[in-house]
């Protein structure tokens, strides 16, 4: 790594030293807020988590990417990343509800209020999937993962 880079991403960082003590970069963000630096050879941008990585720990193994676990996009404290697969992330995601679920996702037909409105109903014994389909405007499907919890787990 050429030395000169190395100046470069150091220069660019701002210590936090209270809340989760997260080492800021102070450089150019990317649309997604993570810190990005210009590489002269190749003439490409890096994402600066991922340079603070190879700085502080070495080599990214070849299809690892470099996870926060702050979840703060322009960190780039080493003890603040790890390494995982996509899979991690989208688990690492979940764990943390970083993701949209329930009526937070975007064309949710239904609110929290309705799932467990749907979920009395069906208990009564009084309402088939069809008949809460047809109330609430969604396929009988939908209705049997609500009510068997394979949907909307979180209520």
């Known amino acids: 790594m050429k030395p000169d880079l190395v100046e470069a991403f150091w220069a660019r960082i701002l210590v936090v030293t209270y809340d989760r003590g997260c080492w800021l970069w102070t450089g150019t963000l990317d ?3 993570y810190g990005t630096i210009h590489v ?5 941008h890096v994402r600066a988590h ?3 990585w190879e700085v502080n720990r070495g080599p990214i193994p070849d299809g690892k990417g470099v996870l926060h676990s702050c979840d703060v996009r322009c960190c780039v404290r080493p003890e ?3 390494l995982g697969d996509q899979l991690a992330n989208i688990a690492d995601c979940v764990a943390k509800k970083r993701h949209a679920f329930g009526e937070g996702v975007p064309g949710a037909k239904l609110t929290d ?8 109903l069906y208990a009564s014994g009084r309402y088939s999937h069809r008949s809460l389909a047809e109330i609430f405007g969604v396929a009988h499907t939908r209705i049997g993962a609500i009510v068997r919890h394979e949907k909307w787990r979180h209520l």
Do not use: M, N
């Not at 002269?40 to 490409?44: A, K, S, V, Y």
């Not at 209020?113 to 009395?120: A, K, L, P, S, Y």
């Open 31 to 33: 649309r997604d807020g």
């Open 40 to 44: 002269r050879d190749g003439d490409r």
């Open 113 to 120: 209020g309705d799932v467990i409105e749907v979920r009395e």
């Open 50 to 52: 991922r340079l603070s």
């Open 80 to 82: 603040h990343l790890f």
